[in-house]
């Protein structure tokens, strides 16, 4: 059964930075996810198994992902925050229908 545990969100100021963790059950292509309040579900970022990484544009040049497969954990870096990235963030695999951590709360606020 796969399984997806998420942590290191929490609240940053405006051009701060934090990391998220994403521990998984086992070695997947993943991919990070966002939804803010009243808002779709936006893909961030996917990283593949060989550490091949795929950005939106609006984190490009900010946040990385990267992934240490031999605790099979992917992680997030994300700098230069900003209002906007204000959301729950989840780690996925299988795409929409696949498997979805928990959530995690990022807010960025003075």
């Known amino acids: 059964q796969v399984q997806l545990v998420e942590s290191g969100g929490g609240l940053v100021q405006p051009g701060g930075s934090l990391t998220l963790s994403c521990a998984a059950s086992g070695s997947y292509i993943m991919g990070w996810y966002r939804q803010a309040t009243g808002k779709q579900r936006e893909l961030v970022a996917t990283i593949d198994r060989d550490g091949t990484t795929k950005y939106a544009d609006f984190v490009k040049g900010r946040f990385t992902s990267s992934r240490d497969n031999g605790r099979n954990t992917v992680y997030l870096q994300m700098n230069n925050l900003k209002p906007e990235d204000t959301a729950v963030y989840y780690c996925?695999?299988?795409?929409?229908?696949?498997?979805w951590g928990q959530g995690t709360q990022v807010t960025v606020s003075s």
């Open positions: 996925n695999t299988g795409g929409l229908r696949g498997y």
